[in-house]
């Protein structure tokens, strides 16, 4: 597999906040890699930059081996390309889930209903969700909310998919559906980085774990090396706190 995803020295502040503070990594194909770390590492931001929603100070991201933060770049194409998905959902609450999906392929792909419209039946059914298309979210459950979302980002037909705490907001019974989701997702391929609490989730599904603190990826690698045998002893100390 070739590598899908480059971060070489991203450097991103805030004012005199300095978040990232040169982050290397690199995403094969078909990799899923969990970013873990304290509140206020840099997680968030990360994918943030990642999609482009920030502009980096310095360093390069490179997608496919082009560099996709040049200042002058389009972004929309690029978005296209990587979906995020974040903690809230944002439905429009007037709209359908169906309705909701086929919003951004209709605008931004230019397509029609009836071209589209079999292809977004498809990912409802492949999600469990054939049923609930015709709902209006607060007919859903949050963790059918959340999936219709991760649905509307795959209806872009995206090669990345990065994901924000998706299942923070969620009530613990409905986590497990969210993040089978996941596994499916990766099953079928897709790249995905993840920023994620759910320790025992990175455990067995991520292909490589990545520990963020002060803005740096501090230690990265495969989960069975990274949560029992950590190297860095701040690693250590932050999973004695969350495990
Ligand atoms: N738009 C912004 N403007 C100013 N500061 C920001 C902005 N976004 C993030 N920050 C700051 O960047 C730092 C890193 O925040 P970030 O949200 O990336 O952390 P995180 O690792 O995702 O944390 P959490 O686990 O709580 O989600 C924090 O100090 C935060 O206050
Ligand atoms: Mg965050």
């Known amino acids: 597999m070739g590598e899908k995803l480059r971060l070489e020295g991203v450097i991103k502040s805030f004012g005199a906040n300095d978040v990232l503070c040169g ?44 560099d996709i933060s040049e200042p002058d770049l389009d972004p929309l194409p690029v978005r296209q390309r990587m979906g995020l998905v974040f903690q809230s959902y944002n439905l429009f609450p007037h709209m359908t889930a169906f309705e909701n999906v086929m919003l951004a392929p209709r605008r931004v792909l230019r397509k029609s209903r ?43 037909r995206p090669e990345v998919m990065l994901f924000d705490e998706v299942t923070s907001s969620l009530d ?3 986590v497990g559906e969210v993040l089978d989701v996941l596994r499916l997702l990766k099953s079928e391929g897709m790249t995905m980085v993840l920023a994620t609490h759910e320790m025992g989730f ?21 989960p069975a090396t990274i949560f029992t045998d950590p190297h860095e002893p701040r690693t250590r100390e932050f999973l004695r706190r969350v495990l």
């Open 202 to 222: 990175a455990r067995d599904a991520a292909d490589k774990v990545c520990f963020l603190d002060g803005g740096r990826i501090l230690e990265e690698g495969p």
């Open 23 to 66: 982050v290397d990594l690199s995403v094969d194909e078909g990799e899923m890699v969990c970013l873990i770390g304290a509140s206020g590492s840099g997680k968030s931001t990360l994918l943030r930059c990642l999609n482009l929603l920030e502009p980096i100070d310095d360093g390069r991201i490179l997608l496919d081996g082009v």
């Open 114 to 156: 009836a071209e589209l419209a079999p292809g977004v039946e498809s990912l409802f059914a492949r999600f469990g969700l054939a049923a609930q298309m015709g709902h209006y979210p607060d007919q859903l459950s949050g963790g059918q909310q959340q999936r219709v979302a991760i649905i509307r980002a795959l209806a872009m």
């Open 172 to 174: 613990p019974e409905l």
